[in-house]
């Protein structure tokens, strides 16, 4: 079993909707938790980034975190075509084991359509 | 422009080839990684260098050697090349406990 679950898609929805994409995970002893945007042939690049439980929400982006669960989802609104991409979640240890050893989820390939 | 840039960009080898990868970040990050993405997009991290010095080397073949000449370089040095290694090479960099900024990858094709 993988450290990090990831639905790999594709997802694909018309341009205006929300989407929700998730992540459940094994190891309680992750405590960062990220979600990155990578469009083709480019590098990830950095949406989300929350410490521990709770949301964090950034124009039309939302994060979630419920460690009680081990489950993450991240949440589009009025989505755009622009949107369409591979988000990858990633989380990593706390404390001293903050070392930047990020654990991928398999990645999400998400395709909005106009 | 600030950010971690990758050279080459696309590397097409034979194998049993020696090739190496150059990263270079002008963030004044001091830590720097090299993650791998297979071809189903699966990144996972190589190595990482804290200030030239090795922190992080998993699992990987000695057929790979990393190298930081100061902060604000990593280079991956690859002997031997086989088939297996063709990937997405991907370099990283992180100012303390900060999010990681990644580069723009090099696409390395083992023919």
């Known amino acids: 079993q993988k450290e990090v679950e990831q639905d790999p898609g594709p997802l694909s929805v018309p341009e205006g909707a929300i989407v929700s994409l998730n992540c459940t995970y094994s190891?309680?002893?992750?405590?960062?938790f990220m979600w990155y945007r990578q469009y083709s042939r480019k590098g990830p690049e950095l949406l989300m980034y929350?410490?521990?439980?709770g949301n964090k929400e950034d124009g039309r982006f939302t994060a979630q975190v419920d460690k009680s669960s081990k489950y993450i989802s991240l949440f589009i609104r009025d989505s755009q075509p622009s949107d369409s991409a591979t988000y990858l979640c990633?989380?990593?240890?706390?404390?001293?084991?903050?070392?930047?050893?990020?654990?991928f989820g398999q990645g999400t390939t998400l395709q909005v359509k106009p | 422009d600030t950010a971690v840039s990758q050279t080459p960009k696309y590397l097409v080898t034979q194998m049993g080839n020696d090739k190496s990868i150059k990263c270079e970040q002008n963030?004044?990050?001091?830590?720097m990684y090299w993650y791998k993405q297979d071809s189903k997009k699966f990144l996972k991290i190589m190595f990482s260098?804290?200030?030239?010095?090795?922190?992080i080397n998993e699992t990987v073949p000695n057929r790979f050697s990393p190298k930081s000449p100061d902060k604000a370089h990593l280079n991956l040095h690859i002997n031997s090349l086989e088939l297996g290694d063709s990937a997405v090479y991907f370099c990283?960099?992180?100012?303390?406990?900060?999010?990681?900024?990644f580069g723009n990858g090099t696409r390395l094709t083992v023919t």
């Open positions: 990633a989380m990593s240890l706390g404390g001293s084991g903050n070392t930047g050893k990020l654990i």
């Open positions: 190891n309680s002893a992750f405590q960062y």
């Open positions: 929350t410490y521990s439980s």
């Open positions: 260098y804290n200030n030239k010095e090795l922190i």
């Open positions: 963030l004044g990050h001091d830590t």
């Open positions: 990283a960099s992180r100012k303390g406990g900060s999010p990681l900024h």
